[in-house]
């Protein structure tokens, strides 16, 4: 198949599109991206790409054509302006597109505006159009403080609405997302929905974990509003004697500095906050922990997220333990691979931090758990094969 996939973002920015991508390229398939400039997580655009250098790129295989794009910075205003001008010169590098495919693929992180460039593809060529959806507009923005009463929330509920009835084919990362679309949007019942859930990287496979006498503890992943990662530096605080246990947080966003300075302010010593790293480096994290974190928000929207760092903790092999609700918390009972409170409870957190800290078989058989739960549920070969049958199924249709 020829492929045109749609994405904000790809590598070097690391979000799994990338690896689905060079996978789908390994299958013999002719997979062109149309993304923007590499500016995440930090919000600059990084300098090689630059002043019109490599907007036109061949990486593993995968052909990218990169339009303008300003970084998306730290402030909402900026990231909307991020988000428009990807819309906007992403569509008019559409318009120039010679080349003939079989099928448009959206990777649609956030937001929907993303959507755009790939609905005028599928327009002009007359093919099929696939939006995966990973973040459900426009209920997500409620999570930076915009009402659902407001103006800009039902302006974006009618271009959502608009957006989303383009598609061929609507699939979720999250069997909840259906339930909004269907629900809340009103998406017509004859839309076709169908649940792909996500799979890890195989670079998150290890095979042990580093033997140093702490009880270490692992978060990886955006440190943003929703991550909710003031609840580790809470729970950090009330374990502070406990001088066994020790917390690592690796990633960066927009509430890491304050969630540092959270920590200095308690004067911890038992929590360390690496930076952002790539997934390439990311095995000497997972090889460390003992048990991995997962914290959240209590949020409509956060609740009914399937976070792709469940399926890279599980294919380690580790025990999760969260503080979150919703679909997160479902899967983790599910699975039997760990212990989980409610939301923002700190306290809680604390108590089931340690009451793991001091059960070693139980790690090791929630370890277990979480493997084969992954293996039935998420395993790579299996979820790119779902994909390409259901794109094939597509092209044959048309």
Partial sequence: MK??????HFYPEQFRIN?????????????????????????????????????KQNINGVKIIRCSLIGRG?????MGINYLWFALFGSLKALFMKKNFDLVYVYQLSPITMTWPAI?????????????????????????????????????TKLSIAS??????????????????????????????????SYAEDTYKISGTTKNNKFDLVFAGNIGPAQSV????????ILKDNEDIMFHIVGDGLTKASCEELAKKYKLNN???YGFFN?????????????????????????????????????????????????VKDVIEDAKCGLCCESLNYKKFAQLILEASKSKIKLKEWGKNAKEYYLKNYEKDKCIADLEKVMQDLCNKK
């Fill in 3 to 8: 492929l045109l996939v749609v994405c904000q």
């Fill in 19 to 55: 690896d689905i991508c060079f996978e789908l390229v390994k299958k013999g398939h002719d997979v062109t991206v149309l993304t923007g400039l590499p500016n995440y997580p930090k919000g600059k655009v990084l300098k090689d790409y630059k002043w019109f250098k490599n907007r």
């Fill in 74 to 78: 730290t402030s909402t205003i900026r």
């Fill in 120 to 156: 005028l593809v599928k327009k002009m060529k007359k093919i099929p159009l696939i939006i995966h959806v990973l973040d459900q507009w426009p209920v997500s923005i409620t999570t930076g403080g915009i009402s659902k009463d407001s103006f800009i929330y039902k302006i974006l």
């Fill in 164 to 197: 989303y009835n383009k598609a061929d084919l609507i699939t979720c990362s999250s069997k909840s997302f259906k339930k909004y679309l269907n629900g809340e949007l009103k998406l017509p019942k004859e839309k076709k929905f169908l649940y792909l859930p």
């Fill in 230 to 237: 003031e609840t580790i530096v809470e729970a950090a605080n």
């Fill in 271 to 273: 929590i360390k906050f």
């Fill in 279 to 327: 997934v390439s480096e990311m095995p000497k994290f997972y090889e460390l922990a003992d048990a991995f974190l997962i914290t959240m928000v209590d949020n409509e929207v956060v609740n009914s997220t399937l976070p792709a760092k469940i399926q890279s903790y599980m294919i380690s092999g580790k025990p999760i333990i969260g503080a979150i609700n919703g679909e």
